[in-house]
């Protein structure tokens, strides 16, 4: 069965400073990635997502994400956050056509202080 | 821009009673997902349809909850008898199969129960 952790719980940052959220995967076949991004009081949102190709996708709001095959991972980046970056940031995936139902990790809270 | 529609919002019942959650898709999109989001951790299958018909429900517990989408449009989940520990989120989400296959969720149906 596939499955997905995110190991960092809550992030706590200052305004300007750099964001890296760690996702790792478990999954025996092709797979597609996704990073949802959950603002206060809104829904789920699609951030990026990884189906082939170049294994550095860009997103919206500035945020990249890197696909290593070799080590499972698919971590979330962005070079300077924003205190508007606060939010609960999950990882997913699914396998095969992309028609499966996601796998989510159990989420990052994130906190950008001003 | 369309959306995946719920209702309600939020709910609150007491334990043994029925309770009834409905989505409407995104116009067009044939496939659609409900998952359960528990405090504290991400979304989990609870069925999938293709147009009218079930793809999964492995996950759902099916004597207590149901789900049907009659005319593969809109879709309605019950949950009878409720318990306490049905209180979470109930998320709908649909398929654009449009490029990439990407799912787009709905703001949710928040269920507490007494």
């Known amino acids: 069965a596939q499955s997905v952790s995110q190991h960092n719980h809550h992030v706590i940052l200052s305004e300007a400073a750099s964001l890296e959220l760690g996702c790792n995967y478990s999954?025996?076949?092709?797979?597609?990635l996704f990073w949802y991004v959950q603002y206060p009081g809104q829904h789920l949102q699609l951030l990026l997502k990884y189906f082939s190709g170049d294994p550095l996708v860009k997103g919206i709001k500035g945020f990249e994400a890197e696909f290593i095959k070799s080590k499972f991972s698919f971590n979330l980046r962005k070079p300077s956050v924003q205190w508007s970056d606060t939010a609960e940031y999950f990882c997913?995936?699914?396998?095969?056509?992309?028609?499966?139902?996601?796998?989510f990790g159990s989420g990052t809270r994130l906190q950008v202080q001003p | 821009e369309a959306e995946v529609a719920q209702s309600p919002r939020y709910k609150i019942t007491e334990k043994s009673q029925a309770v009834a959650f409905w989505c409407d898709p995104i116009?067009?999109?044939?496939?659609l997902y409900w998952y359960r989001q528990i405090l504290g951790q991400g979304p989990e299958l609870l069925v999938q349809?293709?147009?009218?018909?079930?793809?999964?429900d492995s996950q759902l517990p099916k004597d207590r909850f149901s789900a049907e989408r009659l005319k593969g449009v809109d879709s309605t989940l019950k949950i009878q008898p409720a318990e306490l520990g049905d209180s979470a989120m109930y998320l709908c989400a649909s398929l654009d199969l449009t490029g990439e296959e990407t799912q787009y969720f709905g703001p949710g149906t928040r269920l507490l129960v007494l």
């Open positions: 349809f293709q147009d009218e018909s079930v793809v999964d």
């Open positions: 997913a995936v699914n396998g095969g056509t992309g028609r499966r139902a996601l796998t």
């Open positions: 116009s067009g999109h044939a496939t």
């Open positions: 999954y025996g076949g092709t797979v597609n």
